[in-house]
């Protein structure tokens, strides 16, 4: 399994798959993780790694204690599809 990483310098979650990475640039305010922008490579696109980093994300804010505020529209219908992580939403 793929593993979310903070990369904190660039302020984004990264997942890299198959020489490749799916980002999402975040703001963060104490608690508050903001998530305006989320991209998957050409390469990678269909096959999951967008949903695959969004769960990484959730998994990240549960264990960190931080919540989400999704701005990109692909992070939002993300949580809509998942209720199931409605937990970390402000």
Known sequence: MSVVVDNEAARRFELEEDGHTAFASYRRSDNIV?????ES???LRGKGA???LM???AVLARANGF??????PYAVAWFRRHP???DILT
């Open 55 to 57: 769960e990484g994300i």
């Open 50 to 52: 967008a949903s695959r």
């Open 34 to 38: 903001t998530i305006p922008h989320v």
């Open 84 to 86: 199931e992580a409605g």
């Open 67 to 72: 919540k989400i505020v999704p701005t990109c």
């Open 41 to 43: 490579p050409v390469e």
